[in-house]
């Protein structure tokens, strides 16, 4: 048999899983499939693809809750209802499979109706075709009720209290599992148990689902463009900024995401892009900072299965943010102050000594090299006098005398 586990929320990381899991036990010849579960909740949609996928399996689907301390609520509960054969370790519960909204807010009266009135005769039907108490999975719905793992088996939620994969596989042995074709029996000294390995592809998957992931994601690539746009040439912000974005967007699609959030972040981000144009003495990059700060707040809010981004997490990102930008900002600033010290501008105010010099115009002798320049006025100058560039245009300087009430002098040349 094959052995597959899942824990944690249930996103479409896990409905590849599972789908993966049961298309390699049918392909390779095994009896069943045994899903080990533990799971707090999560992803609607997802949860009925998952019980599409064990409805429409060839071989049977074994589902055991656990280790200690596991739970199977919310979707989870589905998952249970579904199963071929459902067992618990002794320390576990299940339950609690009320709806809520996906902003993670209590749905209003009437469309919380409908959706409760959906899942309760969808679990209902579920655990009626399994021969399971209906009843109760219907409250789990209804009225979010939850059971220990022994209550479970008294009440007929489950069939059986197993303390490990090993130990609900001898107690099938005896029982058997239901199948498609009938009964299956086996020896349990002579069942060989397989551990099924996702890949790297489905770790990669739940971990870019992770609301952390997402939002950090998030806001590295609105700070590597941000870098980019201010600061053109740098390349490498600019490409891995794009990728997390585009990475970002796809988790955040899928996860119960506020439109709000993503608008204020992009808010502030706009703000901090003024900043560089307009002077505001820094009252736009605190505008920014709060609007930036209160978009990752409600950006990605909890939902049964699925946390949302802590509050110290959002407070160290958005420091570090605005620490970054706040670097560009000053970067930005002194370059623009700058840009009238580069070139001929920054031969104003320099001083020389004439070389060559014919009535108004000749030939200075600055910065270690040799200018051709005209006079600024009507002042006599000749060859050794000490002058100071005015302007500067083309290649040509502008010269005045350094010290209008004395002149140095030198033979000429």
């Not at 770790?203 to 994601?217: E, V």
Request: proline fraction near 5%.
């Amino acid at each position: 048999m094959l052995h597959a586990a899942v824990r944690g929320p249930i996103t479409p990381a896990t409905e590849q899983l599972l789908s993966h899991a049961l298309a390699r036990a049918e392909e390779g010849g095994y009896q069943a499939l045994l899903l080990e579960l533990d799971t707090p909740g999560g992803l609607v949609t997802s949860m009925r693809a998952m019980v599409s996928s064990i409805l429409g399996a060839r071989i049977p689907v074994l589902l055991w809750v656990g280790p200690n301390g596991a739970r199977a609520t919310s979707a989870g509960v589905f998952l249970v209802a579904a199963a071929h054969v459902a067992a618990m370790s002794p320390q576990t519960t299940i339950g609690a499979a009320s709806p809520v909204e996906m902003g993670g807010k209590d749905v209003d009266p009437t469309m919380a109706e409908k959706i409760k009135n959906d899942l309760m005769s969808y679990v209902r039907g579920l655990a009626e075709s399994r021969g399971r108490n209906s009843a109760w999975y219907q409250d789990a719905v209804d009225a979010a009720v939850s059971v220990t793992a022994q209550e479970a088996v008294m009440t007929g939620v489950v069939e059986m209290l197993a303390d490990s994969p090993r130990d609900m596989l001898a107690q099938l042995a005896v029982r058997g599992i239901p199948a498609p074709g009938g009964t299956l029996r086996f020896d349990p000294q002579g069942v060989r148990l397989d551990s099924y390995d996702p890949g790297l592809r489905h770790r990669m998957l739940s971990w870019l689902l992770d609301p952390q992931i997402a939002y950090l994601l998030l806001l590295g690539g609105i700070a590597g463009l941000f870098f980019e746009f201010t600061t053109p040439g740098a390349i490498l912000p600019g490409v891995l900024g794009g990728l997390s974005l585009l990475l970002a967007l796809y988790a955040l699609s899928i996860l119960p995401t506020s439109t709000a959030g993503i608008l204020l972040i992009l808010f502030a981000v706009v703000l901090f892009v003024l900043e560089i144009f307009v002077t505001s003495f820094g009252m736009l990059s605190i505008a920014g900072l709060v609007a930036l700060f209160l978009g990752s707040l409600i950006l990605i809010t909890p939902t049964p299965g699925l946390e949302g981004v802590p509050l110290a997490t959002i407070i160290v990102t958005v420091t570090a943010v605005a620490a970054i930008m706040s670097l560009c900002l000053v970067l930005i600033t002194r370059a623009q102050r700058r840009r009238g010290m580069h070139g001929l501008d920054a031969m104003i105010g320099l001083t020389g000594r004439i070389t060559k010099w014919d009535r108004q115009e000749g030939q200075v002798f600055v910065r270690g090299e040799s200018w051709k320049a005209v006079s600024s006025g009507e002042q006599a100058l000749a060859v050794g006098d000490r002058v100071r560039v005015v302007a500067a245009r083309g290649l040509t300087l502008t010269v005045a005398p350094e010290n209008q009430d004395a002149r140095e002098s030198s033979p000429s040349q």
